[in-house]
Nanobody, 123 residues
């Protein structure tokens, strides 16, 4: 089993920044290939925002956040980060991290999910 715990959400004004953290713990942490960030806005489907290989390599960012968001990790801390700059009102959502074997998995292919952290951007 793996546990994922997100933190760092909050309320900011448009143009502001937040850094989300996703801490992984549990027996399965060494067996997951990828960690992804997803978000779900009210009334909308959950969408992929960013993804990273746990052992290093290329990352992936959604077009809607390229140039504003950055995904990174500190493997010594089993932590993945999502740095979010120049936030917009449309970034308002619950943000989740998830573990998967693939860099770009479907929602069903994600094996573990965190509980989510709320990000609210006011204009």
């Amino acid at each position: 089993q793996m546990q994922l715990a997100e933190s760092g959400g909050g309320s900011v004004q448009a143009g502001g920044s937040l850094r989300l953290s996703c801490v992984a713990s549990g027996y399965s942490t060494q067996y997951s290939n990828c960690i992804g960030w997803f978000r779900q806005a009210p009334g909308k489907e959950r969408e992929r925002v960013a993804a990273i290989y746990v052992r290093g390599g290329p990352t992936w960012m959604a077009d809607s956040v390229k140039g504003r968001f950055t995904i990174s990790q500190d493997n010594a801390k089993n932590t993945r980060y999502l740095q979010m700059n120049n936030l917009r009102s449309e970034d308002t959502a619950v943000y989740y991290c998830a573990a998967a074997d693939l860099l770009l998995p479907s929602l069903e292919e994600c094996t573990y999910w965190g509980q989510g952290t709320q990000v609210t951007v006011s204009s």
